[in-house]
């Protein structure tokens, strides 16, 4: 007997997709997928490369996600979970069992990646690759505010445009040199 990591209600046996048996909490709702099901859902040779996945693409949470913030515990073997976060800019986490490799979704995060048809590329989130894609993500974006705020829109845009363009001349860096000198006609 499964217990949810959650709220202790005894889980129930249930199917995702053909082929894809899981256990759900009739308590929160929650879904705990063990990694050999997910894995031989996925079948043996398919696997969705890293570059598949465009961390720029929209990120929607259509269903209310119930995304849990707790410490919580592997229902096979018991080992801590692991959360994840999985999208830049979205508080939506995954917890995922260091040991046995197991999913646990909160209410609704399943049924959000598969809407999403991310459902199938799961095990990406959980790469040091991905989650590498993530922080950075993150902070260019932090930067960007930052440079909103500093600049405003406009003035914001145009140097954006200026930076391009002296990056990507073929004269750029005496460009730049006569840019910055105080008065480059002063001997
Ligand atoms: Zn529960
Ligand atoms: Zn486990």
């Given at each position: ?41 996925l079948s043996p040779d398919f696997s ?140």
């Amino acid at each position: 007997m499964k217990r949810c990591p959650l709220c202790s209600t005894e889980l129930n046996r249930t199917l995702l997709e053909a082929n894809l048996p899981a256990f759900s909490c009739p308590g929160c709702h929650g879904l705990w997928v063990s990694s050999n099901e997910y894995l031989s859902w996925l079948s043996p040779d398919f696997s969705y490369p890293i570059s598949e996945l465009d961390i720029a693409r929209e990120f929607d949470t259509p269903y209310p996600v119930a995304d849990n913030n707790q410490a919580i515990f592997c229902p096979d073997c018991g080992r801590f979970l692991r959360r994840f976060q999985i999208w830049p800019n979205h508080k939506f986490h995954l917890d995922r069992c260091g040991s046995c490799n197991g999913i646990w979704f909160d209410r609704n995060e399943w049924q959000t990646l598969q809407a999403q048809n991310l459902h199938k590329q799961i095990n990406i989130f959980f790469t040091e690759a991905w989650q590498e894609k993530l922080r950075s993500k993150e902070m260019k974006q932090r930067f960007e505010n930052m440079y909103l705020e500093l600049f405003g829109f406009e003035d914001y845009e145009k140097i954006k445009s200026i930076r391009h363009w002296l990056t990507e001349h073929p004269n750029g860096n005496r460009l730049i040199a006569y840019l910055t000198d105080r008065d480059p006609y002063k001997g």
